[in-house]
């Protein structure tokens, strides 16, 4: 089992990114899958989840309006377009495949600055 993030980086506030979390050794089609984040001194939030098929998407409140979670069950990927971003998204974001158990990838760093 493998979840493999990508496109985190720095960004300047207002700006935007998209994450990807490519997934390997598993019916990813089967899982609900979700983004986290860890901001240093803080504790791994949920802020985004999907549900199997993608027809259901949940988020936190900080990001609504601003985030958007995708997935592709061909590509077995799933995405986080981050758009206006503030320097309060700055964290860790990691990806999270669950049914029963969970799997967790090894987290990108974005960091929102100028």
């Known amino acids: 089992v493998q979840l493999v993030e990508s496109g985190g980086g720095l960004v300047q506030p207002g700006g935007s990114l998209r994450l990807s979390c490519a997934a390997s050794g598993f019916a990813f089609s089967s899982y609900y899958m979700s983004w986290y984040r860890q901001a240093p001194g803080k504790e791994r939030d949920m802020v985004a989840g999907i549900t199997r098929a993608g027809g259901r998407t949940s988020y936190a409140d900080s990001v609504k309006g601003r985030f958007t979670i995708s997935r592709d069950n061909v590509k077995n990927t799933v995405y986080l377009q981050m758009n206006s971003l503030k320097p309060e998204d700055t964290a860790i974001y990691y990806c999270?495949?669950?049914?029963?158990?969970?799997?967790w990838g090894k987290g990108t760093l974005v960091t929102v600055s100028s």
């Open positions: 999270k495949a669950s049914l029963g158990m969970d799997y």
